[in-house]
């Protein structure tokens, strides 16, 4: 399988902290994406960073990718209790299977008040 | 604009049974696509399209049939159901193909199969 893997599984931290999810995968990517989902509801682009990208910003959230390492990591800052949710990986590859794009299994980050 | 509407919301199944997940969007996407959500195995892509009249099997399309006789519409339908189908399914579109960028997800249907 092509699919990504987020580490940890499960993160808890203080509103307020930073929290960082990691992602790995396996093969050449074209980009890779990260999604969140909230409990029982479908999931919610967050982020996109290509190939030939090494970091990007959105708001609260930073990505890098490290294609050396077939790594990535999201860091959301100053979190907030509404942070409280699922985050998913999602690889897009190049040639055969490009247009499959691969999730891992998650993070689920718990934000306490 | 409503985005990815699937339907129905819940639904329960005796084994054997077919029934067809709907899922339509109002966004001219031309990549649509199925995925099943089960506890600890993350979304695996069942089937894609890139078009009217153009799918594709992805990691786990056993036991699943689609079609796409239009752009907006994308159909699931489970021939003979099983217990192993019990999930959540999500249908999911985007603007870009190859690879998707920017998936935009249903709300979803939780299936059971008893």
């Known amino acids: 399988s092509q699919q990504g893997e987020e580490d940890p599984q499960a993160l808890s931290i203080q509103e307020g902290e930073n929290a960082t999810m990691n992602c790995s995968y396996k093969?050449?990517?074209?980009?890779l994406q990260w999604y969140r989902q909230n409990s029982g509801r479908g999931l919610v682009h967050l982020i996109l960073?290509?190939?030939?990208?090494r970091e990007k910003h959105s708001g609260r959230l930073r990505v890098t990718l490290d294609t050396s390492k077939k790594s990535s990591s999201l860091l959301i800052t100053a979190s907030r209790a509404a942070d409280t949710a699922s985050y998913f990986c999602?690889?897009?590859?190049?040639?055969?299977?490009?247009?499959?794009?691969?999730f891992g299994k998650g993070t689920k980050l718990s934000v306490i008040p | 604009n409503a985005g990815v509407t699937q339907t129905p919301k819940f639904q329960v199944l005796k084994t054997g049974q077919s029934m067809t997940l709907q899922c339509a969007q109002d966004?001219?996407?031309?990549?649509m696509s199925w995925y099943r959500q089960d506890p600890g195995m993350g979304l695996r892509l069942i089937h894609y399209?890139?078009?009217?009249?153009?799918?594709d099997q992805g990691e786990v399309p056993n036991g699943y049939n689609v079609s796409r006789s239009t752009t907006e519409d994308f159909p699931l339908r489970l021939l003979s159901a099983a217990p192993s189908q019990t999930s959540v399914y999500f249908c999911?579109?985007?603007?870009?193909?190859?690879?998707?960028?920017?998936?935009?997800f249903g709300s979803g249907t939780q299936l059971s199969v008893l």
């Open positions: 999911a579109s985007s603007y870009a193909l190859g690879p998707p960028e920017k998936l935009f």
């Open positions: 093969t050449s990517i074209n980009n």
């Open positions: 960073i290509r190939s030939n990208e």
């Open positions: 999602a690889t897009g590859y190049s040639g055969a299977g490009s247009y499959q794009l691969t």
């Open positions: 966004m001219n996407h031309e990549y």
């Open positions: 399209s890139v078009g009217a009249g153009i799918t």
